[in-house]
């Protein structure tokens, strides 16, 4: 089906849809629901406007501004994206239970959150961070704009099985651990970004790499992760290889060190 990309992942981790409750493993089938205030350009590695057209910041380095893209929709009829919504989304980042990637270094980075206008969101830091927007609020991270009425009034556990974003798509099927289905959203004319090529994304868990490597050769799957010994393998039989630059990162962890009092 041309309209469709298929998708092979080793995993949907934690299975849930609100960007706080679980890790990056989820960003495939996330980053088509949500929007993010930056995006990175792909050229440069530089963040550029996404839902914030424009930012600035404090000489101190204290105090970052956003300013956010006028008129953008919510999916299903839930209204514009607001200051609030951006507030929402990044308090419950730093919420003491949250599981994101960035929520721990957020929690100690971030003093406080205030919105002075439907459209500005003003960051204040406990200490300057020149990184902000390129290393936490980027499209390369996971702090998602989620609708703050959606969840208000659906409840968080409802609201994780049918979120509800600004991106190009709608969740439309979901089955733990097997199956995604992300579709075109309807209302097509409130999409501020491109329009995607696809009307449906479909996601499968394949936790096994021998499998992922058997569905792109028989066209079942469009986009899967190998491992380098297949590489060879995939070019020999015609198939694509694109590598992700800076995709990865070492980290080295000190366990036993506690901050003093």
């Not at 406990?126 to 990184?131: G, K, M, S, V």
């Not at 079942?220 to 990865?248: F, N, T």
């Amino acid at each position: 089906d041309p309209t469709t990309l298929a998708i092979a992942m080793p995993t949907f981790a934690e299975g849930t849809f609100l960007p706080w409750t679980g890790g990056g493993q989820r960003k495939p089938y996330l980053d088509a629901i949500y929007d993010y205030l930056c995006i990175i350009d792909i050229a440069t590695g530089e963040p550029g406007p996404g839902l914030a057209e424009s930012w600035s910041v404090t000489e101190d380095g204290l105090a970052w501004t956003f300013r956010l893209r006028p008129d953008v929709q919510f999916q299903r009829g839930y209204g514009t994206v607001s200051s609030a919504d951006v507030a929402f989304s990044i308090r419950q980042i730093i919420r003491p239970t949250a599981r994101a990637g960035p929520s721990s270094p957020l929690r100690r980075l971030i003093k406080s959150i205030e919105t002075p206008g439907p459209n500005v969101v003003v960051i204040n830091l406990t200490r300057p961070d020149p990184e902000l927007a390129k290393g936490y609020l980027a499209n390369a991270q996971q702090v998602g704009i989620v609708c703050a009425r959606h969840v208000e009034e659906m409840g968080e556990r409802a609201a994780n099985e049918s979120p509800v974003g600004s991106g190009p798509y709608e969740v439309s099927f979901f089955r733990r651990d097997s199956e995604i289905h992300l579709t075109f959203r309807r209302d097509a004319q409130n999409i501020w970004r491109t329009r995607p090529a696809f009307e449906r994304l479909t996601f499968r868990a394949v936790p096994e790499v021998s499998t992922r490597v058997a569905m792109l050769k028989t066209g079942e799957a469009d986009i899967a992760p190998i491992s380098y010994d297949d590489i060879a393998d995939m070019k020999h039989v015609g198939l694509g290889v694109r590598p992700i630059p800076q995709s990865w990162s070492p980290v080295v962890r000190l366990g036993g060190l506690v901050q003093e009092a």
